[in-house]
């Protein structure tokens, strides 16, 4: 059966009572004739209102995710899942994984936190099912402060993945040195040479590959540590920093004899 494509493709959900309305307003602002948003808390499945998610399908194609940074979940939620953590993230890195059909593909934003976290055992646990379940095929390291206007401060990535087949390696791209504020937001032109990058999985001072294996070595951190990255070191010694030191008090006694005049 041949469903349009404004009405039978795309499915959401949303917890927040103020932020429903909006989200269907958008969707209809955008031509989409019938917006199939649930309302409620995905992880507990308490539902607030489903009329319009009727006849939703149990898996999907694609899933385009941003999950609360931070958040925290209790038993309620907990008890749906396998890995049990009261990490809000966490959890919906194991929804969305159960939620992709077994050819489905996934482009999610977690904070930093939750792919260097190796001390709780649902973390590992969850990143060792991702990558057992799915090809993890790319992990971009965003810089700090994108996601400041909306209210979190966090330092995130995009993890994008396919479910299927194991992942053998992970590609990938370093923006975190970008720096963003207000009036110099990211944008798309920043994405240049990570789009011409991509086909190949090449590697440049910004994008290197992990493989498997030394991802299981470091117990499933996936942070992104770039290996082209250059430092910056001081190589003044000791003596000339003192020398330094001395100087800057012998300024600053000048300047305060010069007061007490």
């Not at 958040?71 to 939620?99: C, D, P, R, W």
């Not at 995009?158 to 479910?163: I, T």
């Not at 504020?181 to 798309?188: E, G, H, R, S």
């Not at 190949?200 to 030394?214: C, G, L, Y």
Request: with cysteine; glycine share 6%; charged share 25%.
């Amino acid at each position: 059966m041949h469903y349009p494509l404004k009405q039978r493709t795309f499915y959401g959900r949303e917890k927040d009572n103020a932020i429903y309305p909006i989200a269907l307003a958008n969707l209809a602002l955008h031509g989409i004739d019938a917006p199939h948003l649930w309302h409620g808390n995905t992880l507990t499945y308490g539902e607030s209102y489903g009329g319009l998610f009727a006849g939703a399908p149990s898996q999907f194609d694609v899933a385009l995710m941003n999950p609360p940074f931070g958040g925290k979940e209790g038993k309620e939620a907990q008890t749906n899942f396998a890995y049990k953590t009261g990490s809000t993230q966490v959890l919906f890195l194991q929804h969305v994984i159960e939620s992709l059909k077994p050819t489905g593909r996934c482009g999610i934003v977690l904070d930093e936190g939750i792919l260097f976290r190796t001390n709780e055992t649902a973390f590992v646990q969850t990143k060792r099912k991702l990558l057992d379940d799915c090809d993890v095929w790319c992990i971009v390291s965003l810089p700090p402060g994108v996601f400041t206007s909306a209210g979190a401060g966090v330092k995130t990535n995009l993890v994008f993945f396919s479910k299927g087949k194991p992942t053998e390696s992970i590609w990938y791209y370093d923006l975190s040195n970008r720096k963003v504020a207000k009036k110099k937001p990211l944008t798309m032109k920043d994405f240049d040479e990570f789009f011409k990058l991509l086909p190949t999985r090449a590697d440049s001072e910004r994008s290197w590959t992990v493989s498997r294996s030394d991802i299981e070595v470091k117990n499933f951190d996936l942070k992104a540590v770039n290996p082209n990255k250059v430092v910056d070191e001081d190589e003044r010694t000791p003596e000339q920093l003192l020398d330094i030191i001395e100087a800057k008090a012998e300024e600053v006694a000048k300047a305060l004899a010069v007061l007490r005049k």
